[in-house]
């Protein structure tokens, strides 16, 4: 297979980034060792889930990572720590007012 993305970077940190590619409009928010490729509007409930710990649980392990995130696959979890989810926020919280101004542009570009 062959694919042609063009690609725009929004936020990078040296956990992950974020950015889009502007052919197929899938967000990639990269973090640690998952990729997460979403819609604009799926981008904006997964930073409200992650900012708010949404369905998060508390979740005692002995490295640190001790918040437990369900995913929709059957037994697959995330598990963050403190420290994971401010460096995630980080990104989210860089990317989302350019994200936002895409979906306006989107809806704009539609509208016309």
Known sequence: MNHKHHFRSFAQNEFGY??????CRVVNVAFNNSLFCLSLDQFDAFAEMIFDRLAMQPFGTTHGKELLLPTPMPNYFLLFSEDDLANLCALLTEAAP???????????????
Do not use: H, N
């Open 18 to 23: 974020i950015g889009m590619c502007e052919d």
């Open 98 to 112: 350019v994200l936002e101004a895409q979906r306006i542009l989107d809806l704009s570009q539609r509208l016309s």
